[in-house]
């Protein structure tokens, strides 16, 4: 496993899923959806709030909401310590 995966795992973050809706920029009243995802911290979501904050000021077409889903990657009864080694015969 992916040792920046399982630090992931360890610090909290959570799969975050966002559907963005925002404006079309040659046509506004019309709507278009883009889903994004990446791993974040709920409730702050800094990785999104960032990846929003360029949108904003790099990307054409206004935001108009954002759905948000999230999933976390481990759960206090899914993690296990275990010291020693067993093997199968």
Same mark, same amino acid.
């Given at each position: 496993?992916?040792?920046?995966?399982?630090?992931?795992?360890?610090?909290?973050?959570?799969?975050?899923?966002?559907?963005?809706?925002?404006?079309?920029? @040659?046509? !506004?009243?019309?709507?278009?959806?883009?889903?994004? /995802?990446?791993?974040?911290? &709920?409730? #702050? *979501?800094?990785?999104?709030?960032?990846?929003?904050?360029?949108?904003?000021?790099?990307? @054409?077409? !206004?935001?108009?909401?954002?759905?948000?889903?999230? /999933?976390?990657?481990?759960? &206090?009864? #899914? *993690?296990?310590?275990?010291?020693?080694?067993?093997?199968?015969?």
């Amino acid at each position: 496993m992916n040792s920046d995966f399982e630090k992931r795992m360890v610090d909290g973050y959570n799969l975050t899923t966002a559907e963005i809706i925002y404006h079309m920029p @040659d046509m !506004p009243h019309l709507l278009q959806s883009y889903v994004w /995802q990446d791993y974040d911290i &709920a409730p #702050e *979501f800094p990785v999104l709030n960032g990846f929003l904050h360029f949108w904003e000021k790099e990307l @054409d077409g !206004p935001l108009h909401s954002i759905i948000l889903a999230e /999933q976390k990657l481990i759960k &206090a009864d #899914e *993690f296990l310590y275990y010291t020693g080694e067993y093997t199968l015969q």
